[in-house]
């Protein structure tokens, strides 16, 4: 585990860090291998979840992920995303940034960009009603982890050949974050999912706050050390 020097340390101190990426990225991963080496050198970590995270927002994690999506119109699918992140804003993070603490996010405002981007609805849409639903509260760095599509469905214990089959019979299961199964997110089709991962490479060019994108079909220790190389590199 990497030890943070007190210059890391008083970088880090008071910043919002989301981890995103396809599926099967990695990013939970990344987020709880940083976390445990911050916590471990003396920096107060929370976290947060996108969806969910408060009991509000898992109420509406549970309508946009544990259901079948095929009726939802993107746009409705963005504003129940912003209404989960408004509250995680206003009860998890900005509570935390104000006390000094690192927030260590899994997924936020890029992952809307990404998937309700590939669903259809405008980018730069999407982004402008964040402004609304986020305020000021954006994220000081936002790391995509980069996978390609067939090794991600793969580390999911699924195969590519998968997507968008079987919907029907997953509906109601919410596992896009904790388990194999896919969710309504993870069973649109395979050009979907390609889709998306075009939407987080083009992150860096129109995003408000800084995007790095990282190369994620290494084993977790590797790309735990390109995350730390970003970290020191980049200029809050």
């Not at 079948?68 to 998890?92: H, I, K, N, Y």
């Not at 060019?205 to 980049?234: C, F, G």
Request: proline share 6%.
């Amino acid at each position: 585990m990497r030890t943070p020097d007190c210059n890391m340390l008083s970088k880090l101190a008071g910043k919002f860090i989301v981890f995103d990426g396809p599926d099967g990225c990695g990013k939970s991963t990344q987020r709880r291998m940083l976390g445990e080496a911050l916590s471990a050198a003396g920096l107060e970590v929370a976290y947060g979840q996108d969806p969910g995270g408060t009991q509000i927002g898992n109420r509406i994690r549970h309508e946009v992920l544990g259901h079948d999506l095929a009726q939802m119109d993107p746009r409705c699918e963005t504003f129940l995303f912003m209404a989960s992140r408004a509250q995680l804003v206003a009860e998890v993070i900005e509570p935390a940034l104000r006390a000094g603490k690192v927030v260590l996010c899994d997924r936020f405002v890029s992952a809307t960009c990404a998937y309700q981007g590939a669903a259809g609805f405008d980018i730069g849409s999407i982004i402008e009603l964040a402004r609304y639903a986020i305020g000021e509260t954006w994220p000081d760095l936002t790391i995509v982890l980069d996978v390609d599509v067939k090794m991600g469905f793969e580390r999911t214990g699924r195969k590519s050949y998968h997507a968008g089959k079987h919907r029907k019979k997953h509906a109601g299961q919410q596992t896009l974050f904790d388990g194999v199964q896919p969710d309504a997110m993870e069973a649109r089709p395979i050009a979907f999912h390609r889709s998306v991962r075009e939407n987080f490479l083009k992150l860096p060019a129109i995003y408000p706050k800084p995007v790095r994108i990282i190369p994620a079909n290494q084993d977790p220790e590797q790309v735990q050390a390109a995350v730390w190389e970003v970290l020191e590199s980049v200029d809050f």
